[in-house]
């Protein structure tokens, strides 16, 4: 008899028993496609699987922020901040050590040299309504932190040692 294994993680799977008989291939196609069998095309690899995690992602509801603030792991990690300011605003990115905290609460790997990306998209159709990130303590900003209304920065933030990132604006 079988059992399930990782139930409410990311990748849950099924594995045989010591008594079943075993079948690497249908393991692995169970662990990389969600499924027994190799599906046709890619509308057949279920989202739960460990290459419907790479093809589909996942996207969290977005943050919108329109006033000077702080910004959170948390909000990072939704991936995409929208805003819609009025006048100019200024988004802190958090210090070093909150970012390290945060990642590492978020059940995100946090070993040095390892990254995220991260878009803000300035709807905002007022003159001069520019967003500018700024770095917060032991977090650096490498290239433009300044996003012009109507448009959008891609950056992607990089840990580099403990309590320590750096962000790059990369598109």
């Given at each position: 008899?079988?059992?399930?294994?990782?139930?409410?993680?990311?990748?849950?799977?099924?594995?045989?028993?010591?008594?079943?008989?075993?079948?690497?291939?249908?393991?692995?196609?169970?662990?990389?496609?969600?499924?027994?069998?190799?599906?046709?095309?890619?509308?057949?690899?279920?989202?739960?699987?460990?290459?419907?995690?790479?093809?589909?992602?996942?996207?969290?509801?977005?943050?919108?922020?329109?006033?000077?603030?702080?910004?959170?792991?948390?909000?990072?990690?939704?991936?995409?901040?929208?805003?819609?300011?009025?006048?100019?605003?200024?988004?802190?990115?958090?210090?070093?050590?909150?970012?390290?905290?945060?990642?590492?609460?978020?059940?995100?790997?946090?070993?040095?040299?390892?990254?995220?990306?991260?878009?803000?998209?300035?709807?905002?159709?007022?003159?001069?309504?520019?967003?500018?990130?700024?770095?917060?303590?032991?977090?650096?900003?490498?290239?433009?932190?300044?996003?012009?209304?109507?448009?959008?920065a891609r950056f992607r933030t990089r840990?580099?040692?403990?309590?320590?990132?750096?962000?790059?604006?990369?598109?």
């Open positions: 008899m079988s059992s399930q294994v990782g139930t409410g993680t990311s990748y849950p799977i099924t594995i045989p028993d010591y008594s079943d008989t075993a079948d690497i291939q249908v393991a692995l196609q169970l662990l990389a496609y969600g499924t027994t069998s190799t599906p046709a095309n890619n509308a057949g690899i279920l989202t739960s699987s460990v290459f419907g995690k790479i093809i589909y992602g996942v996207q969290p509801n977005p943050t919108s922020i329109n006033s000077t603030a702080t910004l959170t792991i948390a909000q990072l990690l939704t991936y995409i901040i929208t805003s819609a300011p009025s006048s100019a605003i200024n988004l802190t990115l958090p210090t070093g050590t909150l970012s390290d905290t945060g990642i590492n609460g978020a059940g995100q790997v946090s070993a040095n040299n390892t990254s995220f990306d991260w878009s803000i998209i300035n709807t905002s159709s007022t003159t001069g309504a520019t967003v500018t990130i700024l770095a917060g303590t032991a977090h650096t900003i490498v290239g433009s932190a300044t996003v012009a209304i109507g448009t959008s840990k580099t040692a403990t309590n320590t990132f750096v962000t790059y604006r990369i598109a």
